[in-house]
């Protein structure tokens, strides 16, 4: 029986990836499911934990996967944090690229546009709620935010239907009709660390150990960077 893993839908093409790869080094097979994160619904990974449902390998956001270890369904001793998701800004493709070199610079970008696109998800919440009252604009541009529910951010940018947007990097870097300026600068990131476990039902097996530790190696780093996010090597 080959590996099952259950992760974030965001970053379904780099955990494919990363599944591809050890497949190829390994001889193992490995099947990746899909979802939310978290929330209500039963796709969400927190769900599909919580109803016990048969998984090798979790990957969540590290404060989740804290969580599900304190709720006993994620193994403590397994967990170890792969990557780290960076938030970035693009804009229509062919539209002249803004400076987002520095917080002036981001401010005066931003105070520029006309709409902004935000994720419903946590990177949207964290722009919303941490990023503009950092940078003293929540109210000027909190009017502006349209909160895009049905497609990726770079979507509505590729269409026209806003400005600028501000989503996963990772994310935007999937979407085509758009140019993406690159990563907010450091004193405005909003940082999100994916880390990864097995389940608390058993102590890993060895093809779960050697799947953790091909996410810590040189192979995987370069998918991770690949895909415009941070490994975090041991």
Do not use: W
Request: hydrophobic share 45%; glycine share 8%; proline share 6%.
């Amino acid at each position: 029986m080959g590996l099952r893993i259950l992760g974030p839908e965001a970053f379904r093409p780099t955990l494919c990836a990363l599944a591809d790869q050890f497949r190829h080094v390994s001889g193992q097979q490995v099947e990746s499911s899909f979802g939310p994160a978290t929330g209500a619904t039963a796709a969400s990974i927190t769900s599909r934990l919580a109803s016990g449902e048969r998984c090798d390998i979790v990957f969540l956001p590290a404060a989740l996967t804290d969580q599900q270890i304190a709720a006993g369904r994620i193994n403590p001793e397994a967990r170890i944090d792969v990557m780290r998701s960076m938030v970035g800004l693009c804009v229509r493709e062919g539209a002249p690229r803004p400076d987002i070199s520095s917080l002036d610079a981001l401010s005066a970008t931003l105070l520029a546009a006309g709409s902004i696109g935000l994720s419903q998800a946590g990177s949207g919440v964290f722009v919303r709620d941490v990023l503009f009252p950092r940078l003293g604009l929540a109210a000027t541009l909190g009017p502006r935010c349209k909160t895009i529910t049905n497609r990726p951010v770079g979507a509505a940018v590729a269409a026209a239907e806003v400005d600028i947007g501000m989503q996963q990097l990772s994310e935007l870097l999937q979407e085509p009709g758009i140019d993406v300026v690159g990563p907010l600068p450091d004193d405005a990131q909003g940082y999100t660390v994916i880390a990864a476990s097995t389940p608390a039902t058993a102590a890993a097996t060895d093809h779960q150990t050697a799947f953790l530790r091909f996410l810590r190696s040189e192979v995987a780093a370069t998918i991770l960077r690949h895909a415009g996010l941070q490994p975090l090597l041991a």
